[in-house]
């Protein structure tokens, strides 16, 4: 056994994040932590890792009683974490990143040549491929969390600690992910995992604890259970196989013809050609940095096209601001939950406002309703099952999923004829994700037209009428749900053609 946590408690004022939660770690495995959003999972591991002081309970290391007032203590007695965001130095080189704070020194100066050296041994040893020369903002996302993982390998991290480590990976990189975290075990480093996706828990782990409202509920040999046994526990309820019916679009109300962006001299969109109609969730697959990004951020307003049209409902709505787009009719869950999505400082109400603040019956000739704003925060709070203490609490207080839920009930809850979901579920729980699905779902079948945008390929599959796959800026592909095929799909992703007859 390489660590245990024995009767940890946390509390934040009336909220108790951890209740008594005691676990432990044998070296050379990989334990799964699973359970919904605000379940505690994520305190217990920055507990571990001296992001956060337990109010009581114990810590035991290598069978040493250990007290963690900063992640430099953890660090110390060999815990590394690689965090959801990652913490590096875009200007910097990666040998750079890797041994900041440790650097190697010839007398006074930086030696380059052998922190080079240094950091491509220490990539070839752990068989994690990197060019320690490449600059940090050269690196795409799956390179960037090699760097991460380095930087605690070369700190001699004994146990390394992953936070939902897939949620900005593609399904390639993904793949990589979990083939690094077999060959860290193999060569004796002890992983611990925290992660909604239950098939990458059974495809890489050796045990699971499941917890939920801040208590262990659970633990499991992964070779023991499997998906459906680990999400009843997370939610203690039976998640539903969704079954969707086929449709018959008709109208188009979202569309966009010859659609074109050059940034920096660089042609990002390329004449894009698609369409939504009412009654249908139609899928934009594509590996990260494909252009999606850019395709919803022209749709939505939010960055000018440089050619082409978008029309919402028929109406022309190219370059126009963001605000007359909304009022077109188009509802939005932007990718990033926090630099578009909310004001981390604002309250939950306020950001539950957003874009009605003006409107009745929360405002009336410039006078501002509390009561009904208030009213109306509690209700998506409610509906939505978002873990707030009250609606004055600040967006930023809240777990990322629960964050991600108010944002998705204020603009699914808007009724608008066009709703864009970017990464509607990112760091959400297998029971939200059920719930936001089937409100998305409920939104294609009440006539509405729904865009989806996600890196999960298995979320793009199982609900859309449609699918485009968006590459190196141009549509290089179209299925329909009856003839949707995942390897065709990632074909097409990496810009391979297929032969569809």
């Given at each position: 056994m390489i660590f245990e946590m024995k009767d940890i408690v946390k509390t934040y004022g009336p909220v108790v994040a951890n209740n008594?939660?005691?676990?432990?770690?044998?070296?050379?495995?990989?334990?799964?932590?699973?359970?919904?959003?605000?379940?505690?999972?994520?305190?217990?591991?920055?507990?571990?890792?001296?992001?956060?002081?337990?109010?009581?309970?114990?810590?035991?290391?290598?069978?040493?009683?250990?007290r963690f007032r900063t992640p430099s203590d953890a660090m110390a007695a060999g815990i590394g974490m690689v965090q959801q965001h990652f913490m590096l130095f875009e200007e910097m080189t990666v040998a750079e990143n890797i041994v900041f704070k440790n650097e190697i020194h010839r007398g006074p100066f930086m030696d380059m040549n052998k922190t080079v050296e240094t950091v491509r041994a220490l990539s070839d040893k752990y068989q994690l491929k990197i060019d320690p020369t490449a600059r940090i903002s050269e690196c795409p996302v799956g390179l960037r969390q090699r760097v991460e993982i380095l930087k605690i390998l070369y700190q001699n991290a004994e146990i390394i600690i992953f936070d939902e480590p897939s949620a900005v990976l593609?399904?390639?990189?993904?793949?990589?992910?979990?083939?690094?975290?077999?060959?860290?075990?193999?060569?004796?480093?002890?992983?611990?995992?925290?992660?909604?996706?239950?098939?990458?828990?059974?495809?890489?782990?050796?045990?699971?604890?499941?917890?939920?409202?801040?208590?262990?509920?659970?633990?499991?040999?992964?070779?023991?259970?499997?998906?459906?046994?680990?999400?009843?526990?997370?939610?203690?309820?039976?998640?539903?196989?969704?079954?969707?019916?086929?449709?018959?679009?008709?109208?188009?109300?979202?569309?966009?013809?010859?659609?074109?962006?050059?940034?920096?001299?660089?042609?990002?969109?390329?004449?894009?050609?698609?369409?939504?109609?009412?009654?249908?969730?139609?899928?934009?697959?594509?590996?990260?940095?494909?252009g999606q990004s850019e395709l919803i951020n022209c749709i939505t307003g939010l960055t000018p096209v440089t050619g082409g049209q978008v029309l919402v409902q028929g109406q022309d709505v190219t370059n126009r601001s963001v605000r007359a787009i909304r009022d077109a009719g188009l509802a939005h869950i932007p990718e990033d939950r926090y630099v578009w999505g909310s004001a981390p400082e604002g309250t939950l109400e306020e950001n539950a406002l957003m874009g009605r603040q003006d409107s009745e019956p929360f405002s009336r000739r410039g006078l501002t309703n509390h009561g009904r704003i208030r009213e109306y925060a509690r209700k998506l709070i409610a509906d939505f099952a978002v873990k707030a203490s009250s609606p004055t609490q600040k967006m930023r207080e809240l777990s990322g999923g629960n964050a991600q839920k108010l944002i998705v009930a204020r603009e699914m809850s808007l009724d608008t004829?066009?709703?864009?979901?970017?990464?509607?579920?990112?760091?959400?729980?297998?029971?939200?994700?059920?719930?936001?699905?089937?409100?998305?779902?409920?939104?294609?079948?009440?006539?509405?037209?729904?865009?989806?945008?996600?890196?999960?390929?298995?979320?793009?599959?199982?609900?859309?009428?449609?699918?485009?796959?968006i590459y190196?800026?141009?549509?290089?592909?179209?299925?329909?749900?009856?003839?949707?095929?995942?390897?065709?799909?990632?074909?097409?992703?990496?810009?391979?053609?297929?032969?569809?007859?």
């Open positions: 008594n939660v005691s676990l432990h770690l044998n070296r050379g495995e990989i334990l799964a932590i699973v359970g919904e959003n605000g379940a505690g999972k994520s305190t217990i591991m920055k507990i571990l890792y001296g992001l956060v002081r337990p109010d009581s309970g114990e810590i035991y290391v290598n069978g040493k009683k250990m593609t399904p390639l990189e993904v793949d990589a992910l979990l083939e690094t975290m077999r060959q860290l075990a193999a060569a004796g480093k002890s992983i611990v995992v925290i992660t909604h996706k239950l098939q990458e828990v059974m495809a890489v782990s050796d045990r699971v604890y499941v917890m939920r409202q801040g208590e262990v509920v659970a633990e499991r040999k992964t070779a023991d259970t499997n998906i459906e046994e680990l999400a009843f526990l997370m939610v203690g309820r039976q998640i539903v196989n969704r079954v969707i019916q086929p449709v018959h679009a008709e109208k188009t109300l979202l569309e966009t013809k010859d659609l074109r962006l050059t940034e920096d001299g660089r042609e990002v969109l390329k004449g894009i050609d698609i369409h939504v109609d009412a009654g249908e969730i139609v899928g934009i697959a594509g590996v990260s940095g494909n004829p066009v709703l864009i979901c970017c990464e509607p579920t990112r760091g959400i729980d297998i029971g939200a994700m059920e719930a936001i699905h089937d409100r998305m779902v409920k939104k294609r079948d009440s006539g509405a037209a729904v865009l989806l945008v996600s890196s999960e390929l298995t979320e793009i599959m199982s609900l859309s009428d449609r699918i485009y796959v190196e800026g141009r549509i290089n592909g179209e299925f329909k749900r009856d003839s949707m095929d995942d390897k065709a799909l990632g074909l097409l992703m990496v810009g391979g053609a297929v032969n569809h007859e």
